[in-house]
Nanobody, 123 residues
Framework: QVQLVESGGGLVQAGGSLRLSCAAS????????MGWYRQVPGKQRELVAT???????VYADSVKGRFTISRDNAKNSVYLQMNSLKAEDTAVYFC?????????????????WGQGTQVTVSS
């Protein structure tokens, strides 16, 4: 199985920057798409950005031009550079990965989530 560990959250003033990191560990044949999602209390978890193993990216409209997702395949890690932060970016940010493992005699496509890291932007 694969585990994800996030880091880099914290408190920042509006207009500031933060960089989130997420490292995957464990046994996987291949890690496909990795991404970041966020959630505020009482609302559904929403996509922030995703990146494929070959670097194709998708961003939520609300973060385009401010956030940049990147990836280091050699380190099985994904990053989220967040600039020009706004109060509405305050949320718990979760790392996500789709991966392939060999389990119980067959290849399986699985998904894993990190534990989440709090980002708070003060206005």
């Amino acid at each position: 199985q694969v585990q994800l560990v996030e880091s880099g959250g914290g408190l920042v003033q509006a207009g500031g920057s933060l960089r989130l990191s997420c490292a995957a560990s464990g046994s996987a044949i291949r890690i496909n798409t990795m991404g970041w999602y966020r959630q505020v209390p009482g609302k559904q978890r929403e996509l922030v950005a995703t990146i494929t193993s070959v670097g194709s990216t998708v961003y939520a409209d609300s973060v385009k031009g401010r956030f940049t997702i990147s990836r280091d395949n050699a380190k099985n890690s994904v990053y989220l550079q967040m600039n020009s932060l706004k109060a509405e970016d305050t949320a718990v940010y979760f790392c996500n990965a789709d991966f392939v493992s060999f389990l119980y005699g067959t290849y399986r496509s699985l998904e894993v989530w990190g534990q989440g890291t709090q980002v708070t932007v003060s206005s």
